[in-house]
């Protein structure tokens, strides 16, 4: 039976890379991958982009009320896209999905059933949480239904593991906002350990604390 694999980090851990390098392990061996990510994340458009400037187009995006494995299954056979030209296709041998924190539950729902009912191996590669700590929905969902799940490790600027994502606009961090602001569009972010990131709230680990005088040593 093929799995369902969530391969998580905080911001700068290198889940595009490690995504763009199994997609090129797969096709090394001759093997078909198709690439995904939801439309929601228009950092470098239909791309997937790493920090290390790799970059490569996905075979599809995902919309938010998309079914994902009725997607999955028109460009697996050709029926969507350039290479459906009355070609024959090999198996897609594994699905790749970036971002994948930006999913609804749903659509995870719907890549473990590719998994397990079409027998393809999904990859799926995202945070697990928001600048205020809290469970993206498709990181949550993952988090309860995947096969496998791995942290890809970062360090924080003080050198301890980091942890969590800090929201910068300009030279200040912010922790009041939509959950969703993508790098880059006025907004940028830093990988934080929990130490340097009640530093900067002040002690708090969410909008629903109230900020409190301590001191993290």
Do not use: W
Request: some cysteine; hydrophobic content about 40%; glycine content about 10%.
């Amino acid at each position: 039976m093929a799995k369902l694999y969530f391969r998580y980090g905080a911001m700068n851990s290198g889940k595009s890379t490690a995504l763009l390098q199994a997609a090129y392990n797969y096709e090394e061996r001759g093997q078909r991958v198709l690439l995904a990510k939801p439309r929601v994340d228009t950092k470098g458009e239909s791309r997937i982009v790493s920090r290390l400037g790799v970059a490569r187009e996905v075979s599809f995006l995902l919309d938010h009320d998309d079914d994902a494995r009725a997607v999955f299954a028109r460009h697996a056979s050709g029926e969507e896209g350039a290479l459906g030209l009355g070609m024959s296709l090999p198996p897609v041998a594994c699905l790749l999905v970036d971002e994948a924190q930006f999913l609804p539950p749903g659509q995870v729902d719907d890549l473990m059933r590719i998994a397990v009912l079409d027998r393809v191996p999904v990859l799926a590669y995202g945070i697990r949480t928001d600048f205020q700590t809290r469970a993206f929905p498709g990181s949550a969902r993952l988090l309860e239904v995947a096969h496998s799940l791995e942290e890809l490790k970062t360090i924080c600027r003080c050198g301890s593991k980091a942890l969590f994502n800090g929201r910068r606009v300009g030279d200040h961090f912010v922790f009041d906002g939509e959950q969703v602001a993508i790098d880059g569009e006025s907004v940028t972010y830093e990988s934080l350990c929990a130490g340097c990131y009640l530093r900067e709230t002040g002690g708090a680990l969410g909008p629903a604390e109230k900020h409190v005088d301590v001191t993290v040593r």
